[in-house]
């Protein structure tokens, strides 16, 4: 099993940067696949970013440009830089893995809130 704990947001003003981070535990990171996935309130969960073990990213929509994707595999950490960061923004961001055997994400984080006031 893979524990995954997210930290790092909080309430910021438009326009500034957070990083998030999330840090799992119990299994070796290094051979799974990663990404980063949101809800905002009344919406679907939907996918920001992900992250392959050898450094291959993908990006959703329009978080390409504004939101970096990266992992520590030492640490055992996934990481997502926000900059110029929208009220849109909004949300509950979620760490996900899984192995490259599975077809889908299989372990999830609780989630950390992101609030960006106007």
């Known amino acids: 099993q893979v524990q995954l704990v997210e930290s790092g947001g909080g309430l910021v003003q438009a326009g500034d940067s957070l990083r998030l981070s999330c840090v799992a535990s119990?299994?070796?990171?290094?051979?799974?696949?990663t990404g980063w996935f949101r809800q905002a309130p009344g919406k679907e969960r939907e996918f920001v970013a992900s992250?392959?073990?050898?450094?291959?990213?993908n990006y959703g929509d329009s978080r390409k440009g504004r939101f970096t994707i990266s992992r520590d595999n030492a640490k055992n950490t996934l990481y997502l830089q926000m900059t110029s960061l929208k009220p849109e923004d909004t949300a509950v961001y979620y760490c996900?893995?899984?192995?490259?055997?599975?077809?889908?994400?299989?372990?999830w984080g609780q989630g950390t809130q992101v609030t960006i006031s106007s």
């Open positions: 119990g299994r070796t990171f290094s051979n799974f696949r």
């Open positions: 996900a893995a899984t192995p490259a055997s599975s077809i889908t994400y299989t372990y």
């Open positions: 992250i392959t073990s050898s450094g291959g990213t």
